[in-house]
């Protein structure tokens, strides 16, 4: 049995539509979810949709010890905190925790012990941020700290793929004004390359955000992504070919 902790893995879309077609297919791994995609107009974001979707699936099942042909299964439930509704929101899965995120480029899936809030984002490093970002996004101790020029930029996106993170942990999504979390360092965290978490998010109100866990992943040059999570477990990548294998059974526990 391995550690107890975060698994996660990032792959392109391109990658994983060569890994359903050697699998079946989108809907042998998703089932009636790949119907899902048609509301996209745009290609790229059907296929990042898809990608996404069945990396999520894929990895939850190599988890829960569910071979990778019967992924399409496992029930994802969704639930929008704001509004109630089914068909968006925080995804679900019975016996863990769960987030994905996708950009046309990359998608990321992560999967942590049932009772862990986690949060994952992924962002594509634009080469200007929009108009209005720093008032949008940052809080105004950010905003002051905040330099120019490409590294200014980048530490802007670091910044922007933690507080997505924090409030995909939990369930608030953009209800939430990213302006009002703040990234701060977290001196008192060990960092590893296991353990990543090297910031906390400061949130008075709405209080679930205050004090969750941060850390940044390995996304390859042109991509930023961010993990947040209620306990600094250890963190673990695993490529896409390997949720294809047999399955592990090695669910995180708490």
Request: glycine share 10%; aromatic share 6%; proline share 2%.
């Given at each position: 049995m391995e550690s107890p902790g975060i698994l996660y893995s990032l792959a392109s879309p391109g990658e994983m539509s060569l890994l359903a077609?050697?699998?079946?297919?989108?809907?042998?791994?998703?089932?009636?979810?790949?119907?899902l995609a048609g509301r996209?107009?745009?290609?790229?974001?059907?296929?990042?949709?898809?990608?996404?979707?069945?990396?999520?699936?894929?990895?939850?099942?190599?988890?829960?010890?569910?071979?990778?042909?019967?992924?399409?299964g496992l029930e994802v439930g969704r639930c929008c905190r704001s509004c109630g509704s089914t068909d968006h929101g925080k995804p679900r899965i019975a016996g863990l925790e769960v987030s994905l995120s996708r950009t046309r480029t990359l998608v990321l899936a992560a999967a942590a012990p049932a009772g862990t809030r986690l949060g994952a984002d992924v962002e594509l490093v634009p080469e200007a941020v929009f108009e209005g970002f720093d008032q949008t996004v940052l809080s105004p101790a950010e905003q002051r700290r905040a330099g120019g020029g490409p590294a200014g930029r980048r530490q802007r996106m670091l910044l922007w793929t933690a507080k997505e993170a924090a409030l995909k942990a939990t369930g608030h999504g953009l209800a939430v004004e990213p302006s009002l979390l703040s990234v701060e360092d977290d001196a008192g965290t060990g960092r590893s390359a296991a353990v990543p978490f090297r910031a906390r998010i400061r949130c008075p109100d709405p209080g679930e955000l205050d004090g969750l866990r941060v850390g940044w992943v390995p996304a390859g040059d042109r991509h930023l992504a961010a993990l947040a999570c209620s306990d600094p477990l250890p963190v673990r990548a695993i490529a896409p070919s390997r949720l294809l294998g047999p399955c592990r059974g090695n669910q995180p526990s708490g």
């Open positions: 077609a050697g699998a079946g297919g989108w809907h042998s791994l998703l089932g009636t979810q790949a119907d996209y107009r745009h290609d790229d974001d059907a296929a990042a949709f898809l990608a996404s979707r069945t990396l999520l699936q894929l990895l939850a099942a190599h988890l829960l010890g569910v071979p990778a042909q019967q992924a399409a």
